[in-house]
């Protein structure tokens, strides 16, 4: 009894000057442990997240793989909306409790004004409305619920461990980088996502740790998800200067439609706030279901068709009908609280747009040489790019995700000028904030407080009085 005691007060004293340490802004060693372990209980939960979605969507599509709802009748492509709005409505009704703001927003507005600490209410919430939602098909993606996920199990680490606030601040930044990581198998993107959105913050301190915790989802998911790049294409350039002139209009176009996908956003969230939010799941889940019926390619997230347009599958009017079906969906569902994600479907818009674009230019300019895949990839970039406010990240994403080295120059230009067609012609902010004071939240950046923020009281106070 007494070597218990002993061994209690010794861990408790050890906690204790670790806390202490922790405060400090240059705890770089103890803060890459703890990334560390971030990593390995997120890449555990994308992981467990993946495999209740994939079985689900397998059984439920009769084994034709996840997002394949064009295998189902006009029929159930209207139940499925529909059952899952029912289920959705339900869970929100009686077990959210006014929390309907999750993915990325909520972690941008709890860093804001909450010092990063999360809910173990929004952890279940969104691990279980998301997999609801994908399953019957609504137009969202599961990158904003793995962003969200990994966030979440940072701060709960932190709080569980009582770990000062500038600690928990840095877990979920290590947290938000290990759901992207795990989700696309692309360490650097999920890196540069948390730094350049959630953090804001290019310190040493945070930095180190944020990376080991992409790497070491990384690895969980390889270990069990596989290694394998989740679009497969082959390697695609310019194929001369030429084709400058249209990535600067590819680019325009896409910042333009990202510019209407957040207006609408804002217009049908500023509408469907007033209604109780079980009337605003069915309205999602009508809405989808219709489309649905009409356009199955829509539903979901959508990569199979994505993978699609990027090897010059449709034609120029089916793919440029899908980006605007694809629009109108995803800001239906974003905006009415049907929790998911935007990358996923910001990809889905911008690839069918791009190669919509490529195949009109192909027919125009036959001469050139254009590949409608290459304007595909530069317009998914650009559509995410533009509406997240994320350029590096963008780009990044795109260079992980197509293992196409000689994306990164149009890469650029085109992601560029749809950030800067988006927020300085049009004035719009990113979805993300968009979404937060849509709700009648609110979101503000300041570097002093971000200065503050990065060092405890603990750190600074005299104990000696």
């Known amino acids: 009894m007494n070597l218990s005691r002993k061994m209690h ?40 997240f993946r495999y209740l979605i994939e079985a689900a969507q397998n059984f439920a599509l009769r084994g034709n793989g996840p997002d394949a709802f064009e295998s189902l009748t006009p029929w159930m492509r209207f139940v499925f909306p529909l059952a899952g709005a029912i289920a959705l409505a339900v869970m929100f009704r009686w077990f959210a ?49 793995h962003i969200f996920l990994g966030a979440c199990t940072g701060s709960l680490l932190g709080q569980k461990l009582e770990l000062p606030n500038n600690a928990v601040r840095t877990l ?24 350049e959105v959630i953090m804001m913050d290019y310190q040493l301190a945070s930095f180190i740790p944020v990376i080991l915790s992409a790497v070491t989802a990384t690895v969980v998911s390889n270990a069990f998800l596989g290694n394998a790049a989740v679009f497969s294409v082959p390697i695609m350039e310019l ?14 176009l896409s910042g333009t439609l990202a ?33 649905g019926m009409w356009l199955p390619e829509v539903m979901g997230i959508g990569y199979d068709t994505i993978n699609i347009a990027l090897i010059g599958g449709y034609s120029a009017g089916l793919l440029l009908l899908m980006a605007a079906a694809k629009l109108v969906a995803t800001s239906i569902c974003s905006a009415l609280n049907v929790p998911g994600g935007m990358i996923g479907p910001s990809f889905f818009i911008g690839a069918t747009l791009g190669a919509g674009f490529g195949h009109l230019m192909i027919a125009w300019l036959p001469d050139i040489g254009i590949q409608p895949g290459l304007y595909a ?46 927020s300085e012609l049009f004035g719009q902010e990113s979805l993300f904030i968009t979404m937060l004071k849509a709700k009648g939240l609110d979101y503000k950046q300041h570097p002093v ?4 923020r990065r060092v405890g009281v603990a750190s600074i106070m005299n104990k000696d009085f």
């Open 9 to 48: 007060d010794w861990f408790s004293r050890q906690m204790e000057s670790t806390r202490l340490h922790l405060a400090r802004p240059d705890a770089l060693i103890q803060l890459a442990v703890m990334g560390l372990i971030t990593g390995l209980l997120a890449g555990a939960v994308i992981v467990c």
């Open 172 to 195: 979920v930044g290590c947290g938000t980088a290990a759901g992207i990581a795990a989700s696309f198998n692309t360490p650097l993107a999920g890196v540069i996502f948390s730094l």
């Open 97 to 145: 409790k006014g929390l309907y703001v999750l993915g990325v927003a909520r972690v941008l507005e709890r860093m804001a004004y909450h010092q990063g600490h999360l809910t173990l209410r929004g952890f279940v919430l969104q691990f279980f409305g998301v997999a609801i939602a994908l399953i019957s098909g609504h137009s969202v993606g599961r990158e904003g619920a």
């Open 449 to 452: 407080l971000a200065a503050l």
């Open 259 to 291: 510019a209407g996908f957040i207006i609408m956003v804002k217009k049908i969230a500023g509408k469907g706030k007033v209604w109780p939010i079980e009337w605003q799941m069915m309205a999602a889940g009508i809405s989808i279901a219709l489309l």
């Open 377 to 422: 990839m530069l317009g998914m970039s650009a559509m995410m790019g533009a509406s997240l406010q994320a350029p590096l990240a963008a780009l990044t994403a795109l260079l992980e995700l197509t293992d196409n080295p000689q994306i990164i120059m149009p890469g650029m230009l085109v992601v560029v000028i749809a950030g800067l067609t988006a």
């Open 239 to 252: 194929g001369s200067l030429k084709e400058i002139p249209l990535v600067v209009i590819l680019g325009l």
